[in-house]
């Protein structure tokens, strides 16, 4: 039955080493409890068995963890899991001859400062130059500069 407390102890430490590693890197508090719980499932194995078991608990207890770290740092292990999707959006595509300084608009949402507004029966994405708008107001584009729409109030 014992042996039941050493397994788990040595499984949730492993799981706490993957936590760190996988999960949250660089806080240290989860690989410095997974490596508690390592040694003290080893420890336990040492107290309440004989010496060449715990060396037997302890060599497997290595291998094992360096083989589930290698085999959870692998590419394909997460393939599964991992999102396949690609972000097919685009930057406003702005045509010269469509828009320039001047042109008036509505907004279509809030400008806090970005938002939708909506030139010429087509909808892009602007920006204010500081203020808020509010939807529905009449708007004109100020300047065009890396693909970014800048507007203010009428």
């Known amino acids: 039955m014992f042996w039941l407390v050493v397994v788990t102890l040595i499984i949730i430490g492993m799981a706490f080493l993957l936590l760190e590693i996988l999960v949250i890197p660089g806080t240290g508090v989860a690989g410095i409890i997974g490596f508690i719980l390592l040694g003290i499932g080893v420890w336990q194995a040492y107290v309440y068995y004989d010496a060449s078991t715990g060396h ?9 963890t360096v083989a589930v770290l290698v085999y959870s740092l692998r590419a394909k292990t997460w393939r599964r899991v991992a999102l396949k999707t690609e972000i097919n959006s685009r930057v406003n595509i702005i045509d010269e001859n469509k828009l320039k300084p001047g042109d008036v608009g509505k907004s279509i949402s809030r400008l806090v400062p970005g938002g939708k507004a909506v030139f010429n029966n087509e909808f892009y994405e602007v920006r204010s130059l500081g203020k808020f708008i509010d939807p529905g107001v009449d708007i004109v584009i100020d300047k065009i500069e890396d693909h970014k729409i800048f507007v203010k109030l009428k």
């Open 56 to 64: 037997w608990v302890l060599a497997g207890t290595i291998v094992g």
